[in-house]
């Protein structure tokens, strides 16, 4: 049995960082006061664990899957269960490019939301807003 050692260190780079990134969110994770952040930015930030934790366990699996790709019998001997093995292996890359797509539009969505709410909190406060660049006695770089 041949073994292609590119896929094989591939597939372990990827389990081991898809394992550093679970148990690091796994680590990381802390519940802030009730007093610290509103019910909306607790679910952000529960949702946002979530599929953090996923997309590191899901590139695990997927090292995993690429690791053994060269080790498992009926994969190296049959042309269409390999051909099936990487079609399913490809699926997964995809889904994973297409959860850190959705948590990237999440973390952006929450931020405006928050801006926005830092805005408002500014204009009921009193407290005035940052100058404009217009508005700025500093000047302006235009290259």
Aim: hydrophobic share 45%; charged share 20%; net charge positive.
């Amino acid at each position: 049995m041949k073994i292609d050692y590119v896929s094989a260190a591939v597939g372990l780079s990827a389990f081991a960082g898809g394992t550093v990134v679970a148990l690091w969110h796994a680590r990381r994770r802390r519940q802030p006061a009730p007093s610290e952040c509103s019910p909306e930015d607790r679910l952000f930030r529960s949702q946002q664990y979530l599929r953090r934790t996923q997309s590191g366990t899901l590139l695990a699996v997927l090292g995993l899957l690429i690791f053994l790709s060269d080790f498992l019998p009926l994969v190296t001997r049959s042309a269409r269960v390999a051909t099936i093995y990487v079609m399913f292996i490809l699926f997964l890359g995809l889904w994973l490019v297409l959860m850190g797509l959705a948590d990237a539009m999440a973390s952006r969505a929450a931020f405006r939301r928050s801006l926005r709410q830092q805005r408002m909190a500014r204009r009921t406060s009193g407290i005035p807003s940052a100058p404009s660049a217009s508005q700025s006695r500093i000047p302006v770089d235009h290259r």
